[in-house]
């Protein structure tokens, strides 16, 4: 079902890919150095990391890097052969995989001194870590972020907020012990200043996908969502981001879309398939593009931040996300992209190693059809596991949501 690719990637979203070389190498050679190496959850104060001078490396940013290159199926394997059944997340399996095979993919993952997991957005993290915890004899830290809901200026309630920056002062002091170094106020600011201008360039990219026709696709969002998770707090992220912001506001003002007709304007929600990105071209090859993936848009990443309030702002990023508020909310936030973005269609990718998250997403894509008229397209696979991918039935889904789309047009 693989369609001809009708669009390549931006020339300065083709430099991630050494960007993402260039990483994994400078973690390996901090560890060498002995510096002290933090392993967490993808939703992490990263900034803070930084601050602090702990190297911080994400499994899940791997899992997914493997799926990519097609070899997550032989860690699942040996995660499996472990007694870690197939109905476990598939970044969790995928990484367990990574450590009990010793994966040389990328030179592997460097062994952590300390572990940060978030409760936010996903459960499963804790009992990962707490597996990862064990297996490494390494101390874990779980930033508790409760779940709840927002103002009429999307703010979090004054309680969740004083509770997440109290447990931001017990991270730091964790820190501290690792590392024997105290908290630098000034480069902390630095970390802040330079999160909050790579958010800014993030929002303003995302922005520029409400122009007909958008100007990047959805394969260079999700790939350079990798800076933002890894990088950000660094001048690297900020200096490629106002590459790609450079290149995207010229393509607006030249009026250069992602294919040469565009004809629907979609959303994505939850993660891709990244055993198959090249699902994404083939709605391209129908003129469907993805202007919005709910995955990558979620406020953690469009979030910004205050130098003169850091752990109040990292601390409000992170419980504005989209997966980490309640259903009213998150349909208000929804309505609101979707009128702004002009939606035609709306995919749901319910993963079948992910229930946590497939409940909320089907309740929310069923209220956008039923009070907006929005087509709706449920696609049943997996973020990680290929196995769960079924070409021909994929194929038959997304051309009867190709022709509800015209029809509807």
């Given amino acids: 079902m693989t369609a001809p690719k009708t669009s390549k990637a931006l020339k300065s979203s083709q430099k991630l890919s050494q960007l993402v070389k260039k990483y994994y190498k400078d973690i390996h050679e901090a560890k060498a150095q002995g510096k002290k190496i933090v392993w967490s959850s993808g939703i992490a104060p990263v900034e ?33 052969k472990a007694g870690y059944i197939s109905d476990l997340c598939s970044y969790f399996r995928s990484d367990i995989g990574h450590v009990l095979s010793n994966c040389t993919y990328l030179g592997g993952l460097p062994k952590p001194d300390l572990l940060v997991a978030s409760r936010n957005l996903c459960t499963t993290h804790v009992k990962w870590f707490e597996v990862l915890s064990r297996y490494f004899n390494c101390p874990l830290f779980v930033w508790d972020l409760p779940f709840g809901t927002l103002n009429k200026k999307f703010a979090p309630e004054f309680h969740r907020l004083e509770y997440a920056i109290s447990q931001l002062h017990e991270l730091i002091k964790v820190i501290e012990n690792i590392t024997h170094c105290e908290l630098n106020t000034w480069r902390l600011q630095e970390a802040i200043f330079l999160g909050d201008e790579a958010a800014r360039l993030w929002i303003e990219i995302n922005e520029s996908r409400k122009n007909r026709p958008a100007p990047i696709s959805c394969t ?154 929005i087509p709706t397209l449920t696609l049943e696979s997996d973020h990680c596991d290929s196995r769960a991918f079924a070409p021909a039935m994929i194929e038959n889904r997304i051309q009867a949501f190709l022709e509800l789309l015209e029809a509807n047009q």
């Avoid at 601050?51 to 990519?68: I, Q, R, S």
Wanted: charged residues 20%; glycine residues 4%; aromatic residues 10%.
């Fill in 48 to 80: 803070l990391f930084h601050a602090m001078d702990l190297v911080p490396v994400f499994p899940e940013n791997y899992a997914a890097a493997c799926a990519v290159k097609q070899i997550s199926q032989d860690l699942q394997y040996y995660a499996e």
């Fill in 220 to 373: 260079d969002m999700l790939g350079n969502l990798f800076v933002l998770v890894t990088l950000s707090g660094t001048p690297i992220a900020v200096e490629f981001l106002r590459e790609v912001a450079k290149e995207v506001n010229n393509r607006v003002s030249n009026k250069i879309g992602i294919v040469s007709q565009e004809r629907f304007r979609l959303l994505w929600d939850v993660m891709p398939l990244w055993h198959h990105m090249e699902l994404f071209d083939r709605f391209q090859s129908a003129g469907a593009v993805f202007v919005v993936e709910l995955y990558n848009y979620g406020r953690v990443w469009g979030q910004r931040l205050d130098c003169a309030q850091p752990l109040e702002s990292l601390a409000k990023r992170h419980l504005t996300h989209m997966f980490n508020i309640d259903m009213d909310s998150r349909v208000k936030l929804l309505r609101e992209i979707l009128r702004e973005f002009q939606i035609d269609g709306y995919v749901n990718h319910v993963i079948r190693s992910c229930n946590v998250l497939n409940g909320s997403t089907l309740h929310l894509a069923n209220k956008m059809k039923k009070e907006l008229g």
